[in-house]
Nanobody, 126 residues
């Protein structure tokens, strides 16, 4: 059983930065794609970014150029550096572990992921 724990959320003003972390334990990590999703109040959970086992990355258009996903396989941790935050970035951010080691054409869909963290709240004020 894989256990994912997110941290690093908080309240920040527009234009500010936050760095989210997701620590994994209890199962395969380095050989799997890891992803970040977010859910705004009253909305569906949306894909944010993903990173495969060799460090290739993939981003939603809404965060390209502002967010950076990275991983430290020695620490079983994946990160999401978020810069130039906007009020539209507000939501609960979840990390998730994919069933696969490589990107597929459905990497941005939640059904690709078999383990999820509990989420961390990010609030961006205007």
């Amino acid at each position: 059983q894989v256990h994912l724990v997110e941290s690093g959320g908080g309240l920040v003003q527009a234009g500010g930065s936050l760095r989210l972390s997701c620590a994994a334990s209890g199962g395969a990590f380095s050989s799997k794609v890891m992803g970040w999703f977010r859910q705004a109040p009253g909305k569906e959970r949306d894909f944010v970014a993903a990173i495969n086992y060799i460090g290739d990355t993939y981003y939603a258009d809404s965060v390209k150029g502002r967010f950076t996903i990275s991983r430290d396989n020695a620490k079983n941790t994946v990160y999401l550096q978020m810069n130039n935050l906007k009020p539209a970035d507000t939501g609960v951010y979840y990390c998730a572990r994919s069933k696969f080691a490589y990107f597929t054409n459905t990497i941005s869909y939640s059904f690709e992921y078999d383990y999820w963290g509990q989420g961390t709240q990010v609030t961006v004020s205007s």
